[in-house]
Each structure stands twice: as C-alpha cells, then as structure tokens.
C-alpha cells in the first residue's frame, strides 16, 4: 500500500527554521502532485503549499508567503518544505497529500511546536 512518511517536525524558537521531508512509497511520484498542509489544535486543515508533479510550478498560503518554500526530488521520491522565520502561529501538525486522478493519499503527520 501507499506510504507517506513525513519526518523533520520538532520544537523550534521563534524566528528558527525548519525542514520537512516526505517519503513517498509504493507509488509513482512523479505522477502526483504533492501538497503540505497543517492542523493546528483546534482549527480546521490548512493548505500550506503545493507543487507539480514535475515541479515547475510552486503555490504558497498567504499566511507563509516568504518564509516557507516547497520543493521536491522525483529521484528520491521526496517532497520538502523549508520554512524559515517561525512563528508560534505555525505551530501544528504538518501533513503531507499526494494528489492525482490515480489517488488522495496522506501521511501521518510530523508535529512543529514554535516556542520560545
């Protein structure tokens, strides 16, 4: 079956960065396009970025414009989200989606807690 596996959430001070990565199994990744959302406590499922399935093209929320950058390496199977200058209003859990007429599928889920 199709596995996500998203890894490099942790705590981090304000203005610190962090990278995430999802691994991606089982699948054709090149095929999806792949997406990172977050969940804060409390708060519905937020869009956070996407990118094509060849990655040419790039969408960025808002609320992250600036800060946070999505990347991804078809060879590796592998989606990143770099994200600098945090806040504690990024605080939540970080998820990450693939997406195509083949599937909707989604990982588990990496927690970033911004504190000071």
């Known amino acids: 079956q199709v596995q996500l596996v998203e890894s490099g959430g942790g705590l981090v001070q304000p203005g610190g960065s962090l990278r995430l990565s999802c691994v991606a199994s089982?699948?054709?990744?090149?095929?999806?396009?792949m997406r990172w959302y977050r969940q804060a406590p409390g708060k519905e499922r937020e869009l956070v970025a996407g990118?094509?399935?060849?990655?040419?093209?790039?969408n960025i929320a808002d609320s992250v414009k600036g800060r946070f950058t999505i990347s991804r390496d078809n060879v590796k199977n592998t989606v990143y989200l770099q994200m600098n200058s945090l806040k504690p209003e990024d605080t939540a859990v970080y998820y990450c989606?693939?997406?195509?007429?083949?599937?909707?599928?989604w990982g588990q889920g990496t927690q970033v807690t911004v504190s000071s």
């Open positions: 990118i094509s399935r060849g990655g040419s093209t790039t």
């Open positions: 989606n693939a997406l195509s007429e083949l599937g909707n599928y």
């Open positions: 089982r699948l054709t990744f090149s095929n999806y396009a």
